[in-house]
């Protein structure tokens, strides 16, 4: 599994990269062409990883030891035992491990021929049917809490490592939706009455746990997928608005140095005519374009440092301490006259 990510996190990911590096100009297809071809490399990648750890699993499980699907009847598990055991005896069987195959066919009939073993095989596993605490386990809810607690807790550190920095932050939350998606499927799986396997018709030999444990493995790939897609498609908004706020900024700058060429150029116009205008003190003066320049940038000044010149009458604040003492005071004038 860490050798799958390593892989995925030096080669995978920068050809992904790659292929979904698009030029300006393309067009909403080439950009959707682009996505499909990044999804199906990753999908690719995780079929290899998932498919390489399957075939390292250490021995078949008891349905496929007897050649069996999982949900095989109890006449079918004992004709093929019987089938079996003919072939795979000692004393038949040139196999230098056919004495190991005959026991384990044994084991295997044991187990599944019992309704109740062959349930908590199924579902939980060889590992935790032998264990001599599980009939107490699955009492307790709390046991099988702590059962299922291990693997859920190594998905939300691989979550919450994948998705530290600002660029895939979000992908934290798609991940964990699908965790809680994966983790309903699970307990439905194991402890609802109902068939929930819907994977049986693909894998019709494999056993409950085995499925949950490759939806495990599936949904860490997975989630590594969501992760690096939330960090090639992320967006700085705050870099955006500010660029849209400097776009802003230019453009009333420019519309207000053509206003005030404009302006200027009106009054050098009445200035040269010899008109006279009205200035700051309501007297007519002919206003020269240094004067009105000036008079401008105080204008601005004003506006920038939004200086209010109007009077601003301070409003009377509550002194609830004052309250409190002259409450205080009149409850022990009222108290000792009582007296």
Not at 13 to 22: Q, R
Not at 73 to 92: C, E, F, G, N
Request: aromatic fraction near 12%; glycine fraction near 6%.
């Amino acid at each position: 599994m860490l050798g799958g990510l390593f892989l995925a996190n030096f080669v995978l990911v920068p050809i992904v990269k790659k292929v979904l590096t698009v030029p300006p100009t393309a067009t909403d297809k080439d950009k959707w062409v682009a996505i499909v071809k990044a999804a199906s490399l990753f999908v690719a990648y995780a079929s290899v990883m998932v498919y390489n750890e399957l075939d390292g699993m250490d021995k078949p499980n008891y349905f496929q030891v007897l050649e069996i699907n999982r949900d095989a009847s109890q006449r079918d598990i004992k004709t093929a035992y019987h089938r079996l055991s003919k072939i795979h005896h000692p004393d038949v069987s040139d196999h230098p491990n056919a004495n190991e195959m005959f026991m384990m066919l044994g084991k295997a009939k044991e187990i599944l021929s019992k309704p109740s073993t062959r349930n908590i095989y199924d579902r939980f596993g060889e590992r935790f049917m032998e264990n001599p605490n599980h009939d107490m386990m699955l009492e307790n809810s709390g046991g099988m809490l702590f059962v299922h607690f291990g693997n859920y807790l190594q998905a939300v550190i691989v979550i919450f490592i994948m998705s530290l920095s600002n660029n895939n932050s979000r992908s934290r939350w798609w991940s964990i939706a699908i965790l809680m998606v994966v983790g309903f499927y699970e307990m439905m799986m194991k402890y609802d009455d109902e068939s929930w396997d819907y994977l049986n018709f693909l894998l019709p030999s494999w056993t409950i746990y085995e499925k949950v444990e490759l939806l495990h493995d599936c949904s860490i790939y997975l989630f590594y997928a969501i992760s690096a897609y939330g960090e090639m498609s992320w967006v700085d908004m705050d870099a955006l608005r500010f660029d849209h706020l400097v776009r802003m900024q230019q453009n009333l700058n420019e519309q207000q140095t053509m206003i005030m060429g404009e302006v200027m150029q009106m009054k050098e116009a009445l200035a040269a005519k010899g008109i006279k205008q009205k200035g700051a003190d309501g007297e007519e003066t002919v206003i020269d374009g240094q004067e009105l320049k000036r008079r401008q940038k105080v204008k601005e000044h004003l506006a920038r440092g939004n200086v209010n010149t109007t009077p601003v009458q301070k409003k009377k604040e509550t002194n609830y301490m004052s309250l409190l003492i002259t409450g205080f005071m009149i409850y022990s004038w009222y108290t000792q006259g009582s007296k």
